[in-house]
């Protein structure tokens, strides 16, 4: 069946810092890839979705591109934020049978 | 838009009692999810339904889960008797379909005692 591995977490890393969350999946045909975004207290966001091979995804500084021949949709931010820290989830969607999630990485980002 | 919306946000019982968990949908939307999350297993799917019919309850732990939604705007998660194992942030999210994204509640945060 289709499954999403992401880095286990946490991630803690200095405000500035260049940040990398790695994600592969496992799934049959060609899924939509998606990263979701957890605040504390609150249901997921969506932070940037991809829905073919080499797109890439953006939104509010983080960036992932679709890689087909790797089957990974690395997550990546130049310059990290402490509003930034949050757990992140990634997603694929094979038709419409909903969302498969990694387990999630929590990133925390000191000052 | 008031979002999704999920009641309670909090819920504490007893094993053995009844548990009834509540989401309304986006206005418009026809796709509605429940997931569970727990630190052990992530986010799992249980059940989605499209236009108020059940399509994949493969993801429904037991037989004492149940889900319903009676209409476009309204969905329960049931669980009856509760187990100190189903103790979890269960989500509701809902989508348009096609390629538009899943939109989620903030969850009701159930401890089972």
């Known amino acids: 069946g289709d499954s999403v591995t992401q880095m286990e977490g946490p991630v803690t890393l200095s405000e500035e810092a260049f940040l990398t969350i790695n994600c592969t999946y496992t799934?049959?045909?060609?899924?939509?890839l998606f990263w979701y975004v957890q605040y504390p207290g609150e249901g997921l966001q969506l932070l940037l979705k991809?829905?073919?091979?080499?797109d890439k995804g953006s939104n509010k500084g983080f960036e992932a591109t679709y890689r087909k021949e790797t089957t990974s949709f690395h997550l990546e931010k130049g310059s990290v934020q402490v509003s930034d820290s949050a757990v992140y989830f990634c997603?694929?969607?094979?038709?419409?049978?909903?969302?498969?999630f990694g387990k999630g990485t929590h990133l925390i980002i000191q000052p | 838009d008031a979002g999704v919306i999920q009641s309670p946000r909090h819920e504490v019982t007893e094993m053995g009692q009844e548990v009834t968990l509540r989401c309304k949908p986006i206005?418009?939307?026809?796709?509605l999810f429940w997931y569970r999350q727990t630190m052990m297993r992530g986010l799992e799917l249980l059940i989605y339904?499209?236009?108020?019919?059940?399509?994949?309850d493969s993801g429904m732990p037991e037989d004492r889960f149940s889900a319903k939604m009676p209409n476009a705007s309204f969905s329960t998660l049931k669980i009856q008797p509760s187990e100190p194992r189903d103790s979890a942030v269960y989500f509701c999210?809902?989508?348009?379909?096609?390629?538009?994204?899943?939109?989620f509640g903030n969850g009701t945060r159930l401890t089972v005692t």
């Open positions: 997603a694929l969607e094979r038709g419409a049978d909903g969302l498969t």
């Open positions: 339904f499209n236009n108020n019919v059940p399509i994949d």
């Open positions: 999210a809902s989508s348009s379909g096609g390629d538009s994204p899943l939109h």
């Open positions: 206005s418009g939307h026809n796709s």
């Open positions: 991809a829905t073919k091979a080499d």
């Open positions: 799934a049959t045909g060609y899924p939509s």
